[in-house]
Antibody
């Protein structure tokens, strides 16, 4: 059974940093690209970032480009999201998700974690 | 590039059918066969209901179906049940520097 467990959420000040992690199990982690999706309070889902299985390619939403960095440690089956220069509008529940396909890494997401809440406020 | 356009809410009675639309452009929904649909209930992880425009993952009820015409994708739920009440989001690969777009979400109420 696929399991994705996020950690590292919490309160950060505007301009501050926070690092999210996602522990994965139940599948061959390095065969799959991995994705972060967020949901601000009272709003819809927003794609944030995707990284390839080997970690050599990364993709970012315009809203986080240059501030967030996605990475992975395949030896530990862990996905990370380093969030710098945080803004109030980054406040959201952040989900890590696994794609259905090993090939179409920017395609459908068939497994999701329960999410980690990030609050940016002074 | 803006989010894909969905109606904010739809409603139906048990047993009825409803359809949720998702309108994009010729650069995303209309170009790639990579529209997916997610059901999201409060406090739960989103669940994949449809992928690649019209394919249903194993374990998803056949009451859920997807289709696409031009730049508009649709999710149809037949035989509505109380448990279908949730938020529904479409998503499409968009290529270029945008990569992935979600719709704004549609709140389904079962009357």
């Amino acid at each position: 059974e696929v399991q994705l467990v996020e950690s590292g959420g919490g309160l950060a000040q505007p301009g501050g940093s926070l690092r999210l992690s996602c522990a994965a199990s139940g599948f061959t982690f390095n065969n799959y690209g991995m994705t972060w999706v967020r949901q601000p309070p009272g709003k819809g889902l927003e794609w944030v970032s995707t990284i390839s299985g080997g970690g050599s390619s990364a993709y970012y939403a315009v809203s986080v480009r240059g501030r967030f960095t996605i990475s992975r440690d395949n030896s530990k089956n862990t996905l990370n999201l380093q969030m710098d220069s945080l803004r109030a509008e980054d406040t959201a529940i952040y989900y890590c998700a696994k794609p259905l396909s090993t090939i179409t890494i920017l395609g459908a997401l068939d497994s999701w974690g329960q999410g980690a809440l990030v609050t940016v406020s002074s | 590039q803006s989010a894909l356009t969905q109606p904010a809410s739809v409603s139906g009675s048990p047993g009825q059918s409803i359809t949720i639309s998702c309108t994009g452009s010729s650069s995303d929904v209309g170009y790639y066969n990579l529209v997916s649909w997610y059901q999201h209930q409060p406090g739960k992880a989103p669940q994949l209901m449809i992928y690649d425009d019209d394919k249903r993952p194993s374990g998803v009820s056949p009451r859920f179906s997807g289709s696409k015409s031009g730049n508009t994708a649709s999710l149809t739920i037949s035989g509505l049940q109380a448990e279908d009440e949730a938020g529904y989001y479409c998503c499409s690969y968009a290529g270029g520097s945008i990569h992935v777009l979600f719709g704004g979400g549609t709140r389904l109420t079962v009357l």
